[in-house]
T-cell receptor, first 115, second 115 residues
Framework: DGGITQSPKYLFRKEGQNVTLSCEQN?????MYWYRQDPGQGLRLIYY???????QKGDIAEGYSVSREKKESFPLTVTSAQKNPTAFYLC??????????????FGPGTRLTVL | QKEVEQNSGPLSVPEGAIASLNCTYS??????FFWYRQYSGKSPELIMS????GDKEDGRFTAQLNKASQYVSLLIRDSQPSDSATYLC???????????????FGKGTKLSVKP
């Protein structure tokens, strides 16, 4: 089955810890995205990537880092510099970031809670 | 700042009625428009995409686009309790550097279908 997987489903972090959220897709999509969703809020873009070894900051990149070493994988690290990381994190992908007609598809999400 | 506006609701309709969800956007040059359904605690699921003025029907769902008025809507006919969810409107971001595939999301409208 083609799709996007995210792990873990739930993640708990202590103050001062870095944590890494996994996102993998087997749709052969070029572009991948990370969003953050807070209660009652829309989706806010953290980082996006069009090709391997290239990524761009979104609207709220501070306190986050990413890598794109493989086309299929786009992990997100939430660093200790992110002051309010408790949120629902969503990974998405689309065929091409430069094509405005492409549809974005989402993984199941990771719910991160700071203890 | 490009914006996508939705009435947060909740919108309550009786079972079997037509639910009408509305969305306005600020960038007159936007080309692609999407509706996502998000059940509580789950990730968004793409249900409709529309690119040209007019109506697009898919089963019980109809998307309507009016680019002159910068308005897109989603009609759900014969609403069912299983349609109860938050509906997100998304519009492509005509950013610089080839980021047309990026999306700007509204905060969503919560729909409740009462049996």
């Amino acid at each position: 089955d083609g799709g996007i997987t995210q792990s873990p489903k739930y993640l708990f972090r202590k103050e001062g810890q870095n944590v890494t959220l996994s996102c993998e897709q087997n749709l052969n999509h070029d572009a991948m995205y990370w969003y953050r969703q807070d209660p009652g809020q829309g989706l806010r873009l953290i980082y996006y990537s069009q090709i391997v070894n290239d990524f761009q900051k979104g609207d709220i990149a501070e306190g986050y880092s990413v890598s794109r070493e493989k086309k299929e994988s786009f992990p997100l690290t939430v660093t200790s510099a992110q002051k309010n990381p408790t949120a629902f994190y969503l990974c998405a992908s689309t065929q091409s970031r430069t094509d405005s007609y492409n549809e974005q598809f989402f993984g199941p999400g990771t719910r991160l809670t700071v203890l | 700042q490009k914006e996508v506006e939705q009435n947060s609701g909740p919108l309550s309709v009786p079972e079997g009625a037509i639910a009408s969800l509305n969305c306005t956007y600020s960038d007159r040059g936007s080309q692609s428009f999407f509706w996502y359904r998000q059940y509580s605690g789950k990730s968004p699921e793409l249900i409709m995409s529309i690119y040209s003025n007019g109506d697009k029907e898919d089963g019980r769902f109809t998307a309507q686009l009016n680019k002159a008025s910068q308005y897109v809507s989603l009609l759900i006919r014969d609403s069912q309790p299983s349609d109860s969810a938050t509906y997100l409107c998304a519009v492509n971001d005509r950013g610089y550097g080839g980021s047309q595939g990026n999306l700007i999301f509204g905060k969503g409208t919560k729909l409740s279908v009462k049996p």
